[in-house]
């Protein structure tokens, strides 16, 4: 059999580990997908909204949204066509733009929240419990420097 090695036990449980994030990442994928067709968005458009908690620049939502801020700006040009955020210069840097939201943006984002944290997957968590998890999953998460 020569050079095929047996993967040990912390192998097996990194796999099986990778393989319950990555189920759980679906769930929300498909909560969050779900709960945004009610609402007339996409799953995109509703994370925008979900992570726009305050004015920031495109490149912090992108960032926020985990994906390029050109996908970002696809997803911002529909919602400010339909009237859910606007654009505003930025305090300190000339060349950025404040995506803010409207107010019809902030009451949208308000219902999505609401549906969201309706049978989230997360549910089944107690507070103390998602504290954990997220601690736990921040440590893991390996950010470019």
Do not use: Y
Request: charged share 25%.
């Amino acid at each position: 059999m020569g050079d095929m090695t047996t993967p040990g036990p912390q192998a097996i449980a990194e796999r099986q580990l990778c393989g319950l994030v990555n189920g759980l990442a679906q769930q929300i994928a498909d909560h969050v997908r779900e709960r945004a067709v009610t609402l007339g968005l996409t799953a995109a458009q509703a994370t925008a909204l979900r992570e726009l908690s305050g004015p920031m620049t495109m490149r912090d939502l992108a960032e926020r949204m985990s994906c390029e801020p050109s996908n970002a700006t696809f997803v911002v040009d529909k919602l400010e066509k339909n009237g859910l955020i606007e654009r505003h210069p930025h305090a300190t840097d000339r060349r950025a733009k404040q995506l803010v939201l409207t107010p019809e943006g902030h009451a949208l984002r308000e219902q999505l929240l609401e549906l969201l944290s309706q049978h989230s997957p997360l549910a089944g968590l107690d507070p103390q419990q998602q504290r954990s998890l997220q601690d736990l999953l921040e440590q893991a998460i390996v950010r470019p420097s």
